[in-house]
């Protein structure tokens, strides 16, 4: 075409015109000097302030704006590379399924949205550089949503609509002396937006960068590298395909660590196949990303310098062995996540320190590969994970799911999926697929290539992965969306499912063991979760088809916004009047979305993840070696010993355990013998500084707890008891208690002359609801509880006066006890009671009991609840940590002794909900500034102290509208239940990390000022 039609934009048979062919991703230089100091002198960005037109649809769009002879010059200025929502037009849309036009027009595939559309129009003046003119001038823009019209100096270049790889266009045709007009449409929705309907926030306009570009006289436009390795991985064969624009000379030299390790001269045609036989290469993996330095000087026939092209290599081989996948011989386990390309700030436009952060993060953690979900990333992220050391699932840009959603399975009316059979989809599917192949092919981290996601079946995409597998047959392809339609189930290579639970895949694989198995989401991490996230992760050791998975998803989609009190907070679905939306949905990450830090969940991720395992015992441990190429030797070990969570000791043992082997070591400490409680760990740290990690960083532990009996503590002293009508009151030397017979419980506590309380405890069954819970529906199931404990009496309802019933008082003599019966407002009716036994020096020791009513079930918390005045806000506890821990999710954690701010454990889930708790605590104390305060003990109680109580933290869905701070929260208990994971919308927590509701439940706890 000569010139844009805009009716063509929704006929999916037009998604290119007049575009660059693909190829591969590789720098070029214009001399060594060059290369070294970073000069593209071929390339000159155009980012920046460009000229800007915002149009809610293709009519309201000024006509004519590309011309030569409209000026531009008054427009607004917009930020290259941005998106325009980001940027203060349109705003950002939170879709998960549905296409985020749904009602709001009706639209069906073959259309687009008409009356509401954006597009955005762009104008860059510029003139091109000195050292430019004369040659040929092209043009790349690296990533544009969706769709994107150029012209230069009036004149129709050409159209694109992948949003997420690089259209390229000849300019030279149109170039002129002087100032050029550089204009730009990029169309939010365009038939390429049915295809583009992932679980992720909807921007548009030009995010990546723009550049001009030129090339030498002779220039490889394509390169592609291959690693052949023999059987015995100690040969290889390195493959050098070249398309060049000339014939000439190329040079190739070898090098690793700046050493040469050898050089291949020959002439260069315009298609080149050269070969590299290399003895003992040093393999590349996660575990040892070894990179190589290939070098290619390219001079024409008189022996002159064209261009110099740096490119890494790492020699690796994968494959499928019988039924497994392998890397260099070895069965691979991904231990993964998916990763969108997002920042609170510029949205999917990616900075390299972002890039860089989650990459070191990742490795900090023992993540080991990443799923592009679900489009092409910018370049930098591929050449991270190459250098780093990180196993990729290169996902192409294709997602339909709200095309399909409502389909019935192997019904055969499949007319509105899109793209499965549909002939006129097929091409822009294969040119995608084709786009990200020829751009990322170097990639020794790439090691699967994946359709898309969630899209159904079909011939199309079948076609898509046969694609794949003509062009590179040296890795696998995957696709999970056959599970949905079997009739072109050879299109992925392994079978991939999503959320499905482990006996779900032991079910699965007990009767097809045709592929491996591997999950491309699991453990869906939304807001409080991840928990028995290690069902999966054992599973990986004793079913050899099973061979990972990755966790939805890396980083929470937020946005930074401000309340209407001008203080920021992390938006998330509909904050921007946008619907349709999916609300706080895209809160699933294991890292913050403001400032890209670990959430708690991420303690319990690098623990299954780990490498290495150690079951400790008291004299020996058992060192299980899961690495594939590296020697636990290559980690420091110590084993470290506390005493009642204090070290004591720090010892340095060697281990020398081949991978994939298991010795027992005798431990170089002793058995301890005196009182006290003693925790033995083992633990592996780093030897020498890494890319990731300084020296020290630990990557693996086990460890064990054992007790040496002591003497049972002692309460000594005086007290004096006071009987009111009533009151029942307990004076010590430095206390003073009250219980109060006319409102049920402890209305006083005071140490040092203080009152201590602020809210008479009462017994707790409920906890703030998670993100899981909603999904399950649990607050529904669990409700009662909820009222139980907000409504409990000691007072019994009869008719017509509710009749209080007294407590129970029994005076030792060196304690005084008092029990409460609470009566819970439940259907059936049910009863608990809360004792209070005060000894001589202010200790409270406290037991709660309840008798299991049948019809009410389990609950979620059992325990009691306690507030105090808010300058209580230090703890420091004996138990789990130093993250929050819960039944389904601590073993990541450490048995040690830990502090923080009451505030801290307020973890910054997008949606206010259960955090902050802390298994298996000894002791816990809340104090104010100058250490005065409140100590609680028991026997792997449960312990929270927050600022707010679960009934303040359910009733927001932000941050911003939770109340002002007054009090700290503390909740004691004998268990809460687990978190759960497996998925947030019906998913429940796993039986066994429910609470046992089949005989009498007891909880005894004690407290005492400080």
Same mark, same amino acid.
């Given at each position: 075409?000569?010139?844009?039609?805009?009716?063509?934009?929704?006929?999916?048979?037009?998604?290119?015109?007049?575009?660059?062919?693909?190829?591969?991703?590789?720098?070029?230089?214009?001399?060594?000097?060059?290369?070294?100091?970073?000069?593209?002198?071929?390339?000159?960005?155009?980012?920046?302030?460009?000229?800007?037109?915002?149009?809610?649809?293709?009519?309201?769009?000024?006509?004519?704006?590309?011309?030569?002879?409209?000026?531009?010059?008054?427009?607004?200025?917009?930020?290259?590379?941005?998106?325009?929502?980001?940027?203060?037009?349109?705003?950002?849309?939170?879709?998960?399924?549905?296409?985020?036009?749904?009602?709001?027009?009706?639209?069906?595939?073959?259309?687009?949205?008409?009356?509401?559309?954006?597009?955005?129009?762009?104008?860059?003046?510029?003139?091109?550089?000195?050292?430019?003119?004369?040659?040929?001038?092209?043009?790349?823009?690296?990533?544009?949503?969706?769709?994107?019209?150029?012209?230069?100096?009036?004149?129709?270049?050409?159209?694109?609509?992948?949003?997420?790889?690089?259209?390229?266009?000849?300019?030279?045709?149109?170039?002129?002396?002087?100032?050029?007009?550089?204009?730009?449409?990029?169309?939010?929705?365009?038939?390429?937006?049915?295809?583009?309907?992932?679980?992720?926030?909807?921007?548009?306009?030009?995010?990546?960068?723009?550049?001009?570009?030129?090339?030498?006289?002779?220039?490889?436009?394509?390169?592609?590298?291959?690693?052949?390795?023999?059987?015995?991985?100690?040969?290889?064969?390195?493959?050098?395909?070249?398309?060049?624009?000339?014939?000439?000379?190329?040079?190739?030299?070898?090098?690793?660590?700046?050493?040469?390790?050898?050089?291949?001269?020959?002439?260069?045609?315009?298609?080149?196949?050269?070969?590299?036989?290399?003895?003992?290469?040093?393999?590349?993996?996660?575990?040892?990303?070894?990179?190589?330095?290939?070098?290619?000087?390219?001079?024409?026939?008189?022996?002159?310098?064209?261009?110099?092209?740096?490119?890494?290599?790492?020699?690796?081989?994968?494959?499928?062995?019988?039924?497994?996948?392998?890397?260099?011989?070895?069965?691979?386990?991904?231990?993964?996540?998916?990763?969108?390309?997002?920042?609170?700030?510029?949205?999917?436009?990616?900075?390299?320190?972002?890039?860089?952060?989650?990459?070191?993060?990742?490795?900090?953690?023992?993540?080991?590969?990443?799923?592009?979900?679900?489009?092409?990333?910018?370049?930098?992220?591929?050449?991270?994970?190459?250098?780093?050391?990180?196993?990729?699932?290169?996902?192409?840009?294709?997602?339909?799911?709200?095309?399909?959603?409502?389909?019935?399975?192997?019904?055969?009316?499949?007319?509105?999926?899109?793209?499965?059979?549909?002939?006129?989809?097929?091409?822009?599917?294969?040119?995608?697929?084709?786009?990200?192949?020829?751009?990322?092919?170097?990639?020794?981290?790439?090691?699967?290539?994946?359709?898309?996601?969630?899209?159904?079946?079909?011939?199309?995409?079948?076609?898509?992965?046969?694609?794949?597998?003509?062009?590179?047959?040296?890795?696998?392809?995957?696709?999970?969306?056959?599970?949905?339609?079997?009739?072109?189930?050879?299109?992925?290579?392994?079978?991939?499912?999503?959320?499905?639970?482990?006996?779900?895949?032991?079910?699965?694989?007990?009767?097809?063991?045709?592929?491996?198995?591997?999950?491309?989401?699991?453990?869906?991490?939304?807001?409080?979760?991840?928990?028995?996230?290690?069902?999966?992760?054992?599973?990986?050791?004793?079913?050899?088809?099973?061979?990972?998975?990755?966790?939805?998803?890396?980083?929470?989609?937020?946005?930074?916004?401000?309340?209407?009190?001008?203080?920021?907070?992390?938006?998330?679905?509909?904050?921007?009047?946008?619907?349709?939306?999916?609300?706080?949905?895209?809160?699933?990450?294991?890292?913050?979305?403001?400032?890209?830090?670990?959430?708690?969940?991420?303690?319990?991720?690098?623990?299954?993840?780990?490498?290495?395992?150690?079951?400790?015992?008291?004299?020996?441990?058992?060192?299980?070696?899961?690495?594939?190429?590296?020697?636990?030797?290559?980690?420091?070990?110590?084993?470290?010993?506390?005493?009642?969570?204090?070290?004591?000791?720090?010892?340095?043992?060697?281990?020398?355990?081949?991978?994939?082997?298991?010795?027992?070591?005798?431990?170089?400490?002793?058995?301890?013998?005196?009182?006290?409680?003693?925790?033995?760990?083992?633990?592996?740290?780093?030897?020498?500084?890494?890319?990731?990690?300084?020296?020290?960083?630990?990557?693996?532990?086990?460890?064990?707890?054992?007790?040496?009996?002591?003497?049972?503590?002692?309460?000594?002293?005086?007290?004096?008891?006071?009987?009111?009508?009533?009151?029942?009151?307990?004076?010590?030397?430095?206390?003073?208690?009250?219980?109060?017979?006319?409102?049920?419980?402890?209305?006083?506590?005071?140490?040092?002359?203080?009152?201590?309380?602020?809210?008479?405890?009462?017994?707790?069954?409920?906890?703030?609801?998670?993100?899981?819970?909603?999904?399950?529906?649990?607050?529904?199931?669990?409700?009662?509880?909820?009222? *139980?404990?907000?409504? =409990? $009496?000691? /007072?019994?309802?009869?008719?017509? %006066?509710? &009749?209080?019933?007294?407590?129970?008082?029994? +005076?030792?003599?060196?304690?005084?006890?008092?029990?409460?019966?609470?009566?819970?407002?439940?259907?059936?009716? *049910?009863?608990?009671? =809360? $004792?209070? /036994?005060?000894?001589?020096?202010? %200790?409270? &020791?406290?037991?709660?009991?309840?008798?299991? +009513?049948?019809?009410?079930?389990?609950?979620?918390?059992?325990?009691?609840?306690?507030?105090?005045?808010?300058?209580?806000?230090?703890?420091?506890?004996?138990?789990?940590?130093?993250?929050?821990?819960? &039944?389904?999710?601590?073993?990541?954690?450490?048995?040690?002794?830990?502090?923080?701010?009451?505030?801290?454990?307020?973890?910054?889930?997008?949606?206010?909900?259960?955090?902050?708790?802390?298994?298996?605590?000894?002791?816990?104390?809340?104090?104010?500034?100058?250490?005065?305060?409140?100590?609680?003990?028991?026997?792997?109680?449960?312990?929270?102290?927050?600022?707010?109580?679960?009934?303040?933290?359910?009733?927001?869905?932000?941050?911003?509208?939770?109340?002002?701070?007054?009090?700290?929260?503390?909740?004691?208990?004998?268990?809460?239940?687990?978190?759960?994971?497996?998925?947030?919308?019906?998913?429940?927590?796993?039986?066994?990390?429910?609470?046992?509701?089949?005989?009498?439940?007891?909880?005894?706890?004690?407290?005492?000022?400080?």
């Amino acid at each position: 075409m000569n010139r844009f039609d805009y009716s063509m934009v929704k006929n999916p048979e037009y998604f290119k015109d007049n575009c660059m062919k693909a190829h591969s991703a590789h720098k070029y230089y214009a001399s060594l000097e060059a290369m070294q100091q970073n000069e593209e002198s071929f390339k000159y960005s155009l980012n920046g302030l460009w000229k800007f037109h915002y149009a809610k649809n293709y009519e309201s769009t000024v006509r004519g704006f590309e011309k030569e002879d409209y000026c531009c010059l008054s427009w607004d200025d917009i930020r290259v590379p941005a998106h325009i929502q980001m940027e203060g037009y349109d705003v950002p849309q939170y879709a998960n399924v549905q296409y985020p036009w749904e009602g709001r027009e009706d639209i069906k595939p073959g259309e687009i949205p008409t009356h509401f559309n954006p597009v955005a129009s762009y104008v860059k003046y510029f003139e091109v550089p000195e050292h430019m003119q004369g040659k040929k001038l092209y043009i790349s823009f690296q990533g544009a949503e969706s769709g994107l019209a150029l012209w230069l100096n009036g004149s129709f270049v050409g159209y694109s609509e992948d949003s997420f790889t690089p259209s390229e266009f000849d300019l030279t045709p149109f170039v002129k002396e002087g100032r050029n007009k550089l204009a730009v449409q990029v169309f939010k929705w365009t038939s390429s937006s049915w295809c583009e309907d992932q679980d992720f926030f909807r921007f548009s306009g030009i995010y990546r960068d723009v550049y001009l570009f030129t090339v030498p006289d002779i220039h490889v436009q394509d390169l592609r590298i291959r690693t052949f390795l023999d059987d015995t991985y100690t040969k290889a064969d390195l493959e050098v395909k070249l398309q060049a624009s000339a014939a000439g000379r190329v040079r190739l030299s070898l090098s690793k660590n700046g050493e040469k390790v050898q050089t291949l001269e020959e002439n260069l045609e315009q298609d080149t196949l050269l070969h590299m036989d290399v003895d003992t290469p040093e393999l590349w993996s996660a575990e040892t990303p070894v990179l190589y330095d290939l070098l290619f000087e390219v001079f024409n026939n008189e022996g002159e310098l064209e261009e110099v092209i740096p490119q890494k290599v790492g020699f690796r081989r994968f494959e499928m062995k019988g039924n497994l996948m392998t890397l260099n011989g070895k069965r691979v386990v991904f231990k993964g996540v998916n990763r969108h390309e997002f920042n609170s700030v510029t949205g999917r436009y990616a900075k390299r320190e972002d890039v860089l952060k989650d990459i070191v993060t990742m490795k900090q953690n023992n993540i080991n590969a990443i799923r592009t979900s679900h489009y092409p990333n910018d370049t930098m992220v591929y050449e991270l994970c190459d250098e780093y050391g990180l196993y990729m699932i290169a996902e192409n840009n294709l997602e339909s799911h709200g095309s399909w959603d409502t389909v019935k399975e192997g019904s055969g009316e499949y007319d509105a999926v899109v793209p499965c059979d549909r002939p006129e989809w097929l091409p822009m599917m294969l040119d995608r697929v084709n786009s990200m192949y020829q751009r990322d092919k170097n990639h020794p981290s790439i090691l699967i290539w994946s359709c898309g996601n969630e899209s159904f079946g079909g011939k199309d995409i079948y076609e898509m992965s046969q694609f794949y597998r003509k062009e590179d047959p040296t890795r696998l392809v995957h696709y999970e969306g056959v599970m949905h339609d079997r009739r072109y189930n050879d299109t992925s290579d392994m079978e991939s499912q999503m959320y499905t639970s482990v006996e779900g895949i032991k079910a699965f694989l007990a009767k097809d063991k045709s592929k491996p198995f591997i999950c491309c989401e699991y453990t869906h991490a939304m807001g409080n979760s991840c928990g028995a996230m290690h069902k999966y992760t054992d599973l990986t050791d004793t079913e050899p088809l099973y061979q990972g998975g990755f966790i939805w998803d890396y980083i929470d989609q937020s946005i930074d916004k401000k309340d209407r009190y001008g203080k920021e907070y992390q938006a998330y679905g509909g904050d921007f009047d946008e619907h349709p939306c999916d609300y706080n949905f895209s809160g699933n990450g294991i890292v913050y979305g403001k400032d890209r830090n670990p959430s708690p969940k991420m303690q319990e991720v690098k623990f299954n993840y780990q490498n290495i395992t150690a079951q400790v015992e008291k004299d020996k441990v058992k060192v299980i070696n899961k690495n594939l190429f590296v020697n636990t030797d290559t980690f420091q070990c110590t084993v470290i010993l506390k005493k009642d969570g204090r070290q004591i000791l720090s010892v340095p043992m060697d281990t020398h355990t081949e991978p994939l082997s298991e010795d027992i070591y005798e431990l170089p400490v002793p058995v301890q013998t005196l009182p006290g409680e003693y925790t033995v760990t083992v633990s592996f740290s780093l030897k020498e500084d890494t890319l990731w990690a300084k020296k020290g960083h630990e990557v693996a532990f086990g460890e064990t707890v054992y007790k040496v009996e002591k003497k049972a503590e002692q309460h000594k002293g005086e007290m004096k008891i006071i009987r009111s009508v009533h009151n029942f009151g307990v004076r010590g030397e430095n206390f003073e208690v009250m219980f109060s017979y006319l409102n049920g419980g402890l209305v006083s506590y005071r140490y040092g002359d203080v009152e201590m309380i602020k809210m008479i405890p009462k017994p707790n069954f409920w906890r703030t609801p998670t993100d899981n819970d909603e999904g399950c529906l649990m607050p529904g199931r669990y409700g009662q509880w909820k009222l *139980a404990s907000m409504y =409990l $009496s000691h /007072k019994k309802p009869t008719l017509p %006066y509710p &009749e209080a019933k007294n407590p129970e008082i029994k +005076v030792k003599e060196n304690y005084a006890q008092i029990t409460f019966t609470y009566f819970l407002p439940t259907t059936p009716a *049910a009863e608990c009671s =809360l $004792s209070y /036994k005060v000894y001589p020096d202010g %200790y409270i &020791e406290t037991a709660l009991t309840y008798d299991p +009513v049948e019809e009410l079930g389990d609950m979620p918390e059992f325990g009691v609840m306690f507030k105090f005045d808010a300058d209580y806000n230090h703890v420091s506890w004996y138990g789990m940590g130093p993250e929050e821990t819960y &039944e389904d999710r601590q073993r990541g954690a450490k048995l040690g002794i830990y502090k923080n701010m009451v505030q801290d454990n307020m973890a910054l889930y997008l949606n206010p909900q259960e955090c902050g708790n802390k298994t298996g605590v000894r002791w816990a104390s809340v104090t104010d500034k100058k250490g005065r305060g409140m100590l609680f003990t028991g026997d792997g109680m449960n312990f929270s102290a927050l600022p707010y109580t679960p009934h303040e933290l359910e009733n927001a869905r932000h941050d911003f509208e939770l109340p002002q701070v007054h009090y700290t929260v503390v909740r004691v208990s004998k268990q809460q239940m687990g978190v759960g994971g497996d998925d947030s919308w019906g998913a429940r927590t796993h039986k066994e990390y429910l609470l046992d509701v089949s005989r009498k439940m007891e909880f005894q706890f004690g407290f005492k000022g400080i």
